[in-house]
């Protein structure tokens, strides 16, 4: 079955401090990863998919079939950083768009 | 070019009512797909429609019904509302080329049931 988890319910740091928010996924083919991101009286948006290999507001996520996860790190955390994370996950079927999502973290960037 | 929009916003609804929820897709796409979130909980895929047809559902029963039209606006339909249908209902919007194409997602519609 698919599953997505985030352990992490509340995570807070200070600004400027390092980021990591943790994924972790079941899937028994391969899957694509996403990590989409609602910042405060905002819809849902995505911040970057894994196979573009990007850095989108100096985040990065790395996925590691080998622990089957796709976490995401900031070197330095800003307050605007501050909102709810979903790390999501897509089998590819029927063009990519049945997500599954874990249950989130929100991020708490104090200043 | 304009967003993926919702409608109504919020609604109420008692136990046993059926509801009507719309969504407007993003100019271009031709693929919508619903969830709901309940609280404090991530999206659950509920179905998707591709150029008018459901192309692909998760774990929800048989009440959770939709329609896509061919301006590629979709509604979701739910009968016999139970009170555990309370939750935010959103719907996504895309134009698949292949995989990984990005989902926008609108504002919701917030269900309460009671």
């Known amino acids: 079955a698919q599953r997505v988890t985030q352990p992490e319910k509340l995570l807070s740091v200070f600004k400027g401090a390092p980021v990591e928010l943790k994924c972790n996924y079941s899937y028994s083919g391969s899957p694509e990863l996403f990590w989409y991101v609602q910042y405060s009286r905002q819809r849902l948006q995505l911040l970057l998919r894994h196979i573009s290999r990007e850095s989108i507001k100096g985040f990065t996520a790395d996925l590691n079939k080998g622990e089957t996860s796709f976490h995401l790190k900031k070197p330095f955390a800003q307050e605007e950083d501050s909102a709810m994370y979903y790390c999501a996950l897509s089998g590819g079927d029927n063009y990519g768009q049945n997500f599954v999502f874990g249950p989130g973290t929100r991020l708490s960037v104090l200043p | 070019e304009t967003g993926v929009t919702q409608s109504p916003t919020h609604l109420i609804k008692t136990r046993g009512q059926q509801v009507t929820l719309r969504c407007s897709s993003q100019s271009g796409h031709n693929t919508v797909s619903w969830y709901q979130q309940a609280l404090g909980q991530g999206p659950q895929f509920i179905f998707q429609?591709?150029?008018?047809?459901?192309?692909g559902r998760g774990n929800f029963p048989p009440r959770f019904s939709g329609l896509q039209f061919p301006n590629y606006s979709s509604e979701l339909n739910v009968n016999a509302l139970e009170l555990d249908d309370s939750a935010l209902y959103l719907c996504?919007?895309?134009?698949?080329?292949?995989?990984?194409?990005?989902?926008?997602f609108g504002q919701g519609t917030r269900l309460t049931v009671v």
């Open positions: 996504a919007s895309s134009s698949p080329t292949g995989m990984n194409t990005e989902a926008f």
């Open positions: 429609y591709y150029r008018e047809e459901e192309n």
